[in-house]
């Protein structure tokens, strides 16, 4: 069972009048991700740089535009430039 599937598992119990905490003992996840709001991803600047720069250069990967975003002055991980490239579904043509 995925976190995802015991979170639902968890909200459907407490819909049907159980506490939180013991849906949460119940479904066996910790208290603490019952209570965890995720916060929104704010990398729509780099996801649109990373687009741009993936169309000038198509034969190059996400090393090579990690670096160019370096060489521009932004600090960005290179992981999180990976995390992007793949969403984006950029390919080295």
């Known amino acids: ?3 995802a599937e015991r979170r639902a598992a968890a909200r459907q119990l407490v819909a049907a009048q159980v ?3 013991r849906a949460c003992l119940l479904v066996g996840i910790p208290r603490s991700t ?3 709001r ?3 991803r704010q990398d729509g600047d780099f996801r649109q740089r990373i687009r741009e ?4 250069h198509p034969r190059r990967g996400y090393r090579f535009i990690h670096a160019l975003l370096v060489q521009e002055g ?3 991980n290179r992981k ?3 995390r992007i490239w793949r969403e984006e579904h950029l390919t080295v043509t």
Not at 53 to 56: D, E, Y
């Open 1 to 3: 069972m995925t976190p």
């Open 19 to 21: 506490k939180p905490e």
């Open 34 to 36: 019952w209570y965890y």
């Open 38 to 40: 995720p916060k929104p």
């Open 53 to 56: 720069l993936a169309l000038v």
């Open 74 to 76: 932004h600090r960005v």
């Open 80 to 82: 999180k430039v990976r």
